[in-house]
């Protein structure tokens, strides 16, 4: 008797399994038999981007890019309430490089991908800069842009670099008194954190440094080294070697202060787009 009721139980298990089953499949070749299915579907391949890969050199890598594919169902419940098929409608979902900048903290990052015409400025803060001619030049110009600043100075100047963050520039670590001790350099970080409400994710190095990558590596940050290294004369050098993804690293110095508004509006004359370096470096592609 009470093998029969488990057999019951069983059996209804199965016919419930296979109801929903086929009740799905049922679904399925109903919507994908809807006119409205077949365009979003004829119409995809002219939408889709695929995925480019990081490339890696050596001791040095180049961001990709992710791509993007058709949701087939997002787009026909979108386009179902709307009545008719409508290309606006279409949504995407992102599709991940193989190969990612977000695997490898043990290589360098030099410049952007170059797919699209963006550069980004950065900025070295030493201790005892003054950064407020350079930030007020920015504002201006509506051009954010990232400093990688000393951890002392950062600790002296709180209040300014909140002000910074809040304006929509990118604060990242530069060393802690030109040093780079891993408890003040990651104390530093906790203090980028608390100001920002995020993760530094950059770390900033001239040349091929070990001691900047290991501890940089350790701590899961990417090291940069810029494609342009201004010093007195910033305008001239980034004129010289200006390309699609570079990254131009400016001194906190009277040059750069008297320069930069000429740089910025010679950047964009160019037909480029001045981002933070968190926004150059990124792989994920806009989904619209």
């Known amino acids: 008797m009470k ?54 050199e050596k001791n040095k890598i180049v961001p990709g890019i992710s791509g993007k594919k058709v949701n087939y169902k997002e787009s026909y419940k979108k386009m179902k309430q709307y009545g008719k098929y409508n290309e606006s409608l279409t949504v995407f979902e992102s599709v991940e490089p193989t190969i990612s900048v977000e695997d490898y903290y043990d290589k360098y990052i030099q410049e952007g991908s170059g797919i699209q015409n963006d550069i980004s400025l950065v900025f070295v803060v030493k201790q005892g800069d003054n950064i407020t001619n350079i930030v007020n030049i920015l504002n201006e110009n509506a051009a954010l842009s990232t400093f990688f600043v000393d951890g002392l100075w950062l600790e002296n100047n709180e209040s300014l670099a909140t002000t910074l963050a809040e304006e929509g520039h990118e604060l990242e670590v530069l060393n802690y008194n030109n040093s780079y ?37 350790k701590l899961e940050l990417h090291t940069i080294i810029p494609t342009i290294k201004t010093g007195n004369y910033p305008f001239s050098e980034i004129k010289k070697k200006l390309s699609k993804g570079a990254i131009a690293s400016l001194p906190i110095n009277s ?33 619209k």
Do not use: W
């Open 3 to 56: 093998t029969k009721k488990i057999f019951q139980v069983f059996l209804v298990m199965v016919l419930c399994a296979f109801s929903f089953f086929y009740t799905e499949k049922v679904v399925d070749f109903i919507r994908d038999s809807d006119p409205i299915m077949k365009s979003i579907k004829e119409k995809s391949s002219h939408h889709e981007v695929k995925p480019v890969d990081a490339k890696i």
């Open 181 to 217: 001790e891993e408890l003040y350099f990651s104390s530093s970080l906790n203090l980028v954190n608390r100001i920002t409400n995020l993760k530094p994710k950059y770390c900033y190095a001239e040349y091929d440094n070990k001691e900047v990558l290991e501890l940089c590596t």
């Open 255 to 287: 040059s750069t202060e008297i320069e930069l508004p000429t740089i910025i509006n010679y950047i964009r004359q160019r037909g480029y787009i001045i981002h933070t370096l968190d926004n150059l470096l990124k792989e994920a592609m806009d989904m």
